[in-house]
């Protein structure tokens, strides 16, 4: 069987539609979340809890620490073995598309890690409106990147300026991977803006509710705090909150603001995606019987 990929913006219930399939076919789900590779990254990155795990397979969640290095292309080339050493129907879900990119057509060999450029990059970003000038310089050597790299996200800004100086050429051109790809079955879900957006609020709610603060607090403590996942969203605010940098109120409004920004982002890559499958997410049930129609005829 084709592989299942289930995509959609955050909180429109991937997960849970990706264990009901998953029960339904006898399938086996294969995470493509940035957050959800890191261990100890659970309640910021809504990893599926640990019962719902146990219910059916999961594979490439928790597979490396906060300060290990591993990129796309490193895991298009995990998931690929993975899928072939699986013998069951195998569910994709996550919120990371460019890692479902890298999976389903590869990218080039990438350069690698090199830490004296990034000292004097950091060093840069350290000065009076340095990331500012990194940013400029970006989007002057790599327009591409430029517009799509937020100028806020650091490791990434860091990361193009680093492939740039290492290896002569933009980011982007190592990025674009193979024009063929693996065949697939695409399902996204939709769900009403307004609604949505409620969603995505009760949702960063529950977060802090459940102790994101007590969980951000004790992987400073094991981790660098210039530990790529402690810039996503979420774990961004709450690190802020304790070092004290940020009142809790105000993160979680930012929290909020930045996980809208990232569904709507979300929403735009997959309207430029190929041979998708639209499902509407407001009924579960009928969401859950449409997609097991769709693989049926798909298979």
């Not at 990218?107 to 409106?129: N, Q, S, V, Y």
Request: hydrophobic share 40%; net charge positive.
């Amino acid at each position: 069987m084709k592989p299942i990929l289930l995509a959609g913006p955050t909180g429109t219930g991937k997960s849970w539609l990706a264990i009901e399939l998953a029960k339904a076919i006898g399938g086996e789900i294969i995470n493509y979340d940035s957050v959800q590779i890191y261990r100890g990254f659970d309640i910021g990155s809504a990893k599926p809890a640990a019962d719902e795990r146990q219910a059916v397979p999961h594979h490439l969640f928790d597979i490396v620490d906060a300060d290990e290095e591993f990129n796309a292309a490193e895991y298009g080339k995990v998931a690929r073995v993975l899928c072939s050493k699986l013998h069951t129907p195998v569910i994709f879900v996550g919120g990371t598309f460019f890692y479902l990119r890298a999976f389903l057509s590869g990218l080039p060999e990438m350069p690698g890690r090199d830490e004296a450029i990034r000292t004097r990059l950091r060093a840069i970003a350290k000065t009076e409106r340095g990331r500012e000038r990194l940013h400029r310089w970006l989007s002057k050597i790599d327009p591409r990147s430029g517009r799509k790299i937020a100028l806020g996200d650091r490791h990434r800004v860091e990361r193009a300026l680093e492939v740039w100086l290492i290896g002569g050429r933009p980011i982007s051109s190592w990025e674009r991977g193979s024009e063929d790809e693996l065949p697939s079955i695409k399902i996204a879900l939709s769900l009403d803006r307004a609604r949505l957006n409620e969603v995505l609020d009760r949702r960063v709610d529950a977060m802090f509710a459940s102790g994101l603060l007590e969980e951000t607090r004790g992987l400073l403590a094991r981790f660098p705090a210039t530990a790529r996942p402690f810039g996503t969203i979420g774990y961004k605010e709450a690190a802020a909150v304790v070092r004290g940098e940020m009142a809790l109120d105000t993160a979680i409004a930012e929290t909020k603001r930045r996980t809208r920004a990232y569904a709507k982002r979300q929403m735009t890559w997959l309207r430029s995606e190929r041979n998708v499958h639209w499902l509407d997410a407001s009924d579960r049930n009928a969401m859950l019987a449409a997609a097991l129609r769709l693989i049926e005829v798909e298979s």
